[in-house]
């Protein structure tokens, strides 16, 4: 079993709703490139070495752990110190799983004896939801009785950013040779 991200998607996932495990890959950056790449190499690994593979495609995780600079943890940071939280617009769509319920579902799957040798299994491991960033933001700011504002508009967009990101939940998914 191996942990991947949704964004190996890259521009693909704005054609879906909620986008399937077998979508095509189209990474935009050198991260999303990476990931994309070691997915088709463990795959081709995989089916050549007649071995047992699932590849988990994590969707936006947040939670205990997450590193000071990501979204959640810059927030509350904000919040507990009367700060006001620039952030972008917060149009961007994306489907946002709790580190707990993430480890409990990687947890759930590895003896899943769905998996054929040689078959590989793609899967997406989000919740389907929808969530705009900024009524994620507004959520936890309220959660949080934040005292201070936030600030949507004050940061730009990401020149290559992907505005929607939202998994199609499936089950026993297994890529085609």
């Not at 191996?2 to 077998?22: D, L, M, W």
């Not at 050198?30 to 081709?44: D, G, N």
Request: hydrophobic fraction near 35%; include cysteine.
């Amino acid at each position: 079993m191996v942990t991947g991200s949704c964004f190996e998607y890259g521009t693909a996932a704005e054609r879906y709703k909620n986008i399937p495990s077998n979508a095509p890959l189209e990474p935009i950056d050198v991260y999303s490139s990476t990931k994309a790449a070691a997915s088709l190499i463990l795959r081709a690994w995989a089916i050549e070495k007649n071995v047992k593979y699932h590849h988990m495609r994590l969707f936006q995780v947040y939670g205990e752990g997450e590193a000071n600079y990501r979204l959640l943890p810059s927030l509350i940071e904000a919040a507990k110190n009367d700060l006001d939280f620039e952030m972008t617009n917060g149009e961007q769509i994306r489907d946002f799983i709790d580190v707990k319920e993430v480890s409990k579902i990687i947890l759930e799957n590895l003896c899943d004896e769905s998996i054929e040798f040689g078959k590989p299994k793609f899967s997406n491991i989000g919740t389907g939801k929808p969530t705009t960033v900024l009524s994620f933001c507004e959520k936890l700011w309220s959660q949080l009785n934040a005292k201070s504002k936030l600030l949507p508009g004050k940061i730009k967009y990401r020149s290559d950013e992907i505005m929607r990101l939202v998994a199609e939940i499936e089950t026993n998914k297994v890529m085609e040779n």
